[in-house]
């Protein structure tokens, strides 16, 4: 069992930035692989970025190529998802997401809330 708990949600103004955190705790592997995802109101859920813990170059969603980043302090078992440069679109409950051997499974947050608007 893994656990994920999200934070760092919140309002902020157009052009603006967040950085969101994942904590990562329980059976975790010394190998997987973390994901976020963000889900808009009244639409479906979307991925946005992706690390792969095995030497992978991180992926990054269209939408949000050029202005996200995607970092983690291994010390703590934090993921940090940074946003710059946020628009209205970026308004969504964003999620963290963990898949580990075998891969048969994934884990999720429950989600923070990120509101942009002036």
Not at 42 to 64: H, N, Q
Not at 104 to 116: K, P, Y
Request: with cysteine; proline share 6%; charged share 20%.
């Amino acid at each position: 069992q893994v656990y994920l708990q999200e934070s760092g949600g919140g309002l902020v103004q157009p052009g603006g930035s967040l950085r969101l955190s994942c904590t990562v705790s329980g059976r975790t592997s010394t190998s997987y692989i973390i994901s976020w995802y963000r889900q808009p109101p009244g639409k479906e859920r979307k991925l946005v970025a992706r690390a792969d813990t095995i030497a992978g170059d991180p992926y990054y969603s269209d939408f949000v190529q050029g202005r996200f980043a995607i970092s983690r302090d291994s010390a703590k078992n934090v993921e940090y998802l940074q946003m710059n440069d946020l628009t209205p679109e970026d308004t969504a409950v964003y999620f963290c997401n963990l898949q580990q051997p075998p891969w048969t499974s994934e884990f999720w947050g429950q989600g923070t809330q990120v509101l942009v608007s002036a």
